[in-house]
């Protein structure tokens, strides 16, 4: 395969192929072949995350301004948001897409029910990659899933959807990088590199400090949840039963209150900040990488680059720490009604930082792979 050739890359769990009894990697077939007979070119769509030959090809894709000829198709399920890998996935392709103003290129099939994704869920706390989603043109596939694969209907949607791959692909107007410009305050032109990288500096900073106030607020709220199953053991020892036990889940849903607040603002400024900044970092990485820098300008690259690897370093050890808290917080919010939309607020905020570590991660891999990633001033 050439990198001018169109390839796709079909993101989805293992487990829905499965339980669908391997209708999601069909369809990817099906399509690839309508494609080949709409355009007669061959459209490779690479399936298992799990083979060398993805991961090579991903980022070599990722880190071309060849993305033109690249599109994700994500495979959009309850269980697919559930999965770490298929949210990364999403995440840098979207930032790197963004990067090169080809956002038209992730094209996401909505796959079984996510509510979310059509009329929201009142109450819910929102899912960034469900709001990254909404943004695109999806395609619905809720009810088309469950025909016959050969029935007219079936094949006629496919159909439809390698023709629309295949206008995406012929109408997507070229990669259009960021430039390095200074920025003209009358007008309304996207930034360059020098405010990229102007609000990047302004911004590093206040990102170390949300994690730290993030964890603190993490502390505070497992605190409460010790203090609540101390009293609920002493209710328990008394007799209380499970009145008791409600009357303490009651109190710990009050004591709460503040410390939820806090941590779904912070999760939110967090990733709202780091998202909105991805396009233009990742632009700047792919330019020093390929420009030859004066001295002046290598150095001040060297430098902003250490900071963004200690940043990522500081707050990966956290953002492990926060996914076991999450976990734990999983379990026990299937113990009460009252306390349960808070720990799902809670999940949401965490799950906003893990996120955003995907965001960090995939600064420090490029970062990594140009001249300057090892080097020391």
């Keep these: 395969m050439t990198a001018e050739q169109p390839a796709g890359f079909w993101s989805y769990t293992h487990r829905d192929d499965h339980l669908d009894g391997g209708r999601i990697v069909r369809l990817s077939e099906r399509i690839a072949s309508a494609f080949e007979m709409i355009t007669g070119e061959p459209l490779e769509i690479f399936l298992d995350k799990r083979s060398i030959e993805w991961g090579d090809a991903w980022r070599a894709r990722l880190d071309s301004a060849l993305t ?22 999403v995440i840098k392709f979207a930032g790197h897409a963004a990067s090169l103003g080809l956002d038209e290129l992730l094209l996401p099939i909505h796959y079984v029910n996510v509510p979310q994704l059509t009329q929201g869920v009142d109450g819910e706390p929102t899912d960034e990659i469900v709001e990254l989603i909404s943004r695109r ?13 050969d029935s007219p209907v079936y094949r006629q949607a496919v159909h439809k959807l390698a023709l629309k791959i295949a206008d995406v692909l012929e109408t997507a107007p070229p990669a259009r990088p ?52 101390e009293e609920m053991n002493n209710s328990d020892a008394r007799g209380g039963g499970f009145a008791g036990r409600m009357r303490v889940a009651e109190q710990l849903s009050v004591r709460l209150s503040e410390p939820v607040e806090n941590v779904d603002a912070l999760g939110s400024e967090y990733w709202s900040t780091l998202s909105s900044i ?50 734990n917080i999983g379990g026990a919010a299937r113990s009460s009604s009252r306390l349960r939309p808070q720990f799902r607020t809670i999940q949401a ?29």
């Design 278 to 327: 991805d396009p233009g970092i990742i632009g700047f990485i792919r330019h020093v990488g390929e420009s030859d820098l004066t001295p002046e300008d290598r150095q001040v690259a060297r430098d902003f680059f250490k900071e963004i690897v200690q940043l990522a370093t500081v707050t990966k050890e956290t953002t492990a720490q926060l996914q076991e808290f999450s976990d």
């Design 178 to 229: 960021v430039e390095v410009t200074q920025q003209d305050e009358a007008t309304e032109e996207p930034p360059g590199f020098i405010e990229v990288m102007a609000q990047a500096e302004a911004a590093l900073p206040t990102w170390l400090q949300i994690v730290e106030k993030f964890g603190l607020v993490i502390a505070e709220i497992g605190a409460e949840s010790s203090w609540a199953t």
């Design 137 to 149: 043109q999806w395609v619905d596939w809720r009810d088309l899933r469950l025909e016959d694969e």
């Design 349 to 377: 905020a965490v799950q906003k930082v893990i996120d955003s570590q995907t965001v960090l991660d995939e600064w420090n891999r490029m970062i990594d792979e140009t001249d300057l990633g090892g080097d020391q001033p």
């Design 68 to 89: 033109g000829t690249t599109f994700l198709i994500p495979v959009v399920t309850p269980k697919f948001l559930k999965s770490q890998e298929c949210r990364r996935e």
